[in-house]
């Protein structure tokens, strides 16, 4: 199979304080690419563009900036070139604060997941190479990212992951040119410039995927997983169909407490839809979460009987562990929710049972804790413990 090259760039950095000038809503990645037989055609072609429109220095999308009249001409040069583009855009106010991913490493990583599994699955053989200049902390990071999961493509040495220059590849500047351009459609900022203009539909035709992060509850599509192997979609379905059901059943509620009830659930269902890399939730953060929102902090035991316990109560299927909770989506995660339960129920029973046994030998067997009525189903539980 043909080696396929991919060659990337982005618009945005890294930073969440919205307010402030400069600080892009979005985070957008551009790959484009080429098969390994059309890399002299798509280099010489950019060139040849480049040099019509900017013949003493790089095709970038700043120096285009807002003459959409030649941003639009350019690109439609570009698109009679053999190149396709993969696109992750990431909408950075979408981000929980409480996530953990508005730090650097754990935003770069969480990005660098997504477009890696993204890549690798689709393309088989492929070389990604990107700018070298300006010591780019997202390409630094992607590239050890993949350096840690991968190893030589052939035994003639050819690495995945390599940076050039720019100025001496216009293939990479094409990823730049792509990814500045498609920011007039997703960037609040630079949306207010586009003057009406739709970079999306007008490189439809060499559009493989535009892949949005984070993904909302709404369109989450449970087969779209091939990234861990435990994964069953037929699990996930029906935990997030009970859940989403709450969602529904209670958006219109009054009631304080299942509205912190919906807040956590929206919090569990991100991580779940985004596929985190942590796979549990600890209780803190979550409480966190719910003190960011305005509500008054509440101890773990509160937290799990009127939050945790109420949403299981409703059917929501929670997993548990000794790390936190999420919403299942393996077997492993349900038995770890019943080794979880078993570790709290089997050792009170067994407490209840002593308790039992204490107070009947004392009394002569006067007093016998569990023969109420009440209490048949425990009594039974106890006596097969």
């Known amino acids: ?23 892009s809503t979005h985070f ?18 950019a060139n040849i563009i480049r040099n019509k429109y900017f013949p003493n220095g790089e095709l970038k999308s700043s120096r285009i900036g807002r003459d959409h009249r030649k ?55 492929l070389v990604i190479i990107a700018d070298e200049i300006g010591g780019n902390d997202f390409l630094q990071s992607f590239a050890n990212y993949i350096r840690e999961k991968e190893v030589p493509l052939n035994l003639f040495g050819d690495t995945l992951f390599r940076f050039e220059n720019s100025r001496d590849n216009d293939i990479i500047q094409i990823a730049d040119v792509v990814s500045g351009s498609l920011a007039y459609n997703f960037d609040v900022q630079k949306k207010a410039n586009s003057d009406g203009n739709n970079y999306k539909s007008i490189l439809d035709s060499k559009l493989l995927m535009i892949k949005e992060f984070p993904v909302t509850s709404a369109n989450f599509n449970v087969q779209n997983n091939d990234i861990d192997p435990r994964y069953n979609p037929q699990i996930a379905e029906i935990a997030y169909r009970r859940a989403m059901y709450f969602k529904e059943a209670h958006k219109h509620t009054d009631d304080p407490e299942a509205k912190k009830q919906l807040a956590v659930l929206d919090y569990l269902l991100f991580r779940f839809v985004n596929k985190s890399p942590r796979r549990y939730i600890p209780t803190k953060e979550l409480i966190n979460q719910l003190e960011h929102l305005g509500y008054e902090r509440m101890t773990q035991q509160i937290f799990r009987n009127r939050i945790i316990a109420k949403l299981r109560d409703a059917d929501v299927i929670i997993s548990s562990s000794h790390g936190g909770y999420k919403i299942p989506s393996s077997v492993d995660e349900l038995y770890d929710f019943i080794n979880h339960g078993k570790t709290i129920i089997l050792p009170m029973l067994s407490r209840l049972k002593k308790c039992q046994d204490a107070i009947k030998l004392g009394t002569n067997g006067e007093i016998d804790l569990f023969e109420r009525a009440e209490y048949e189903s425990l009594s039974k539980l106890i006596e097969n413990e």
């Not at 551009?30 to 890399?39: F, P, Q, T």
């Not at 106010?93 to 935003?107: A, C, D, P, V």
């Open 1 to 23: 199979m043909e080696t396929k090259f991919a060659f990337i760039d982005e618009f945005g950095a890294f930073g969440f304080n919205f307010d402030s000038e400069g600080c």
């Open 28 to 45: 957008i990645i551009s790959a484009i690419i080429v098969d390994e037989s059309n890399l002299d055609i798509v280099k010489n072609g």
């Open 71 to 125: 941003r639009i001409a350019i690109l439609n040069e570009l698109k009679q070139l053999p190149f396709s583009i993969f696109v992750l855009v990431c909408d950075k106010r979408k981000i929980y604060e409480q996530s953990g991913l508005r730090y650097k490493h754990s935003f770069y990583k969480f990005i660098n997941n997504i477009a890696y599994q993204e890549l690798r699955i689709s393309f088989s053989r």
